[in-house]
């Protein structure tokens, strides 16, 4: 019989799309929200009399890890240390405690089976390591240079007659106590004169191709969920459709059969069982392979479009068939 845990965080809203659609079909399941477990969950491993078990402290529900048949994996939060004398180390010691403490629940869940295999998605979160597979595969990237070489700068500069973005590495977010801040792809306007800021750390560099429109391709397993999105209708998000506060225009379409079977190939590279790809389309049409986010948000997509991709993933939960 099919038992789902869901691991995320109490704010994200990806994950109540899937837990609708697991109390639809009357699936067993426990959303275990990570930043509870000092609060509305705990935690009791006794590895001598081999009891694994999380605790809902406030239905009083207790359920066996070794239980679960299927996880499906989304946005971990780690809990708040909020009590009062601590010192900086001491904080830091408690928050290794509870990182440890989850990642072994993670590896007491290890022969369970997880929309992805969180080790894959740590490896596939890699920009690098993406680009290198796509290319591998055959489809088609942008040049791109990851360097703190002021010379390959300037001669990617020089070469690409200017033409460059340039991203960060892993992910754009800026944690900051205020307020969390984003670093969005921007187009290089001049080219780079201060050798000291190049050299002080690894820069992302691609060549800035002029695109029609921003492809995501959302796949499940096997099946893929296309969407057209209309980034070049508003100034805002010419260059990174993520940015802007304007809804903007999506539009179901159909993948070429050969991108559609590279991107299943490319999951299959990295071991993932769900992965939202970014394409852009140049003037020719052609799909350009930008970045794969292992574990991107999909939710938005569904409402826009009706795109059942909440059914889709709960169907892998269930039976497990990729």
Partial sequence: MTKVLVITNKSDLTSDFVIKKLKDRKIEFF????EELNKTCSITIDITNERYILIDKVLRNEYNLKEFTAVYFRRPEMPSIDLENLNNGEIQFL???FAYTIEGIYKIL???????????IREAENKIYQLELAKQIGFEIP???VTNSFSDTTDFYDRLNGCCIIKPVKSGLIEDESKPKVVFTNILKERPLSKEQIEFYPNFFQQHIKKTCDVRVTIVGDTSFAT??????????QTDWRRGENILKHTKIELPNDIRKKCVELLKLLNLR??????????NEDFIFLEINPNGQWA?????????ISNEIVNLLEYEVF
């Fill in 31 to 34: 959303r275990f929200n990570t």
């Fill in 300 to 308: 938005w997509i569904e409402k826009q479009t009706g795109y059942e």
């Fill in 110 to 120: 290890r022969n369970a089976y997880w929309i992805s295999p969180i080790y894959s």
């Fill in 274 to 283: 769900f992965g939202a790809i970014d394409f852009i389309l140049d003037k």
């Fill in 228 to 237: 057209l999105i209309h980034s070049q209708d508003n100034i805002e998000t």
């Fill in 143 to 145: 040049e791109s240079i």
């Fill in 95 to 97: 928050k290794n405690e």
